[in-house]
């Protein structure tokens, strides 16, 4: 059967993940998505910002991007697996929600640093303020009204936690003809979020912030817990 093989923790965040995202289309009301606007993440300064948020917007996908979903249940399961067999059930599930928590927080600094840097304070009232820049508009609004979704943090924890753990694994990559081993990709794909993440391209809707906050909490938990690799035993 399906998942028939699959630890607990991984197939029950599959499950979860894939009903979240079937009901997000199914209460699709003429192009706009409810849930979206109560169960993914604002800043914590936005009208729309709801306490249940910094949990639930971990389930939530794209409902415009059936790829969004797809490679992250897609890495969930690749890494997931054989994460957990390793680190047993419960310690899995803390460092999972624990990373994806990790990528909010660092997501949301970045927000208040941009704020801050625009208004003076980490705090304004959206629909009262004006400015001359357009551009400082347009950012206040992306800030405030624009919704965070997705697993993305929580992986790239799980990376990390791979590439620590089995680094010698080879990874096949989308358009690269040759396996590469995953301590070299893993942290060339940090940088380029962090590249992406500094640059800002225009029309760029990618929270690159929060990858990198769920890799760097993932990096500290795994310095923390001090989990050896399979082959370490003394």
């Known amino acids: 059967m399906p998942l028939s093989n699959t630890p607990p923790v991984v197939k029950n965040l599959l499950i979860i993940n894939v009903i979240f995202y079937i009901a997000t289309l199914l209460f699709n009301q003429g192009g706009t998505f409810p849930l979206v606007e ?136 989308m358009f690269i003809p040759m396996p590469i081993k995953a301590k070299y990709i893993i942290p060339v794909y940090v940088l380029l979020e962090l590249f992406l993440g500094v640059a800002q391209f225009s029309g760029d809707s990618v929270a690159h912030f929060a990858h990198l906050g769920g890799a760097l909490f993932g990096f500290i938990l795994m310095k923390i817990w001090r989990i050896r690799r399979p082959w370490d035993y003394y």
């Open 38 to 173: 109560h169960l993914a993440v604002y800043y914590f300064d936005s009208p729309n910002f709801r306490v249940w948020q910094v949990i639930t917007y971990m389930f939530m996908h794209s409902p415009v991007s059936f790829a969004h979903i797809l490679f992250n249940m897609f890495a969930l399961y690749t890494f997931g697996t054989s994460l957990e067999y390793l680190f047993g059930s419960k310690r899995f599930l803390n460092y999972y929600l624990i990373t994806g928590l990790g990528a909010l927080v660092l997501q949301m600094v970045v927000q208040a640093v941009e704020v801050y840097q625009i208004v003076g304070s980490i705090s304004i009232d959206p629909a009262t303020y004006t400015s001359a820049n357009p551009d400082q508009l347009r950012k206040l609004q992306e800030i405030y009204y624009g919704p965070m979704v997705g697993a993305s943090g929580a992986i790239f924890g799980l990376l990390i936690a791979f590439g620590f753990l089995y680094p010698n694994a080879e990874l096949f990559i």
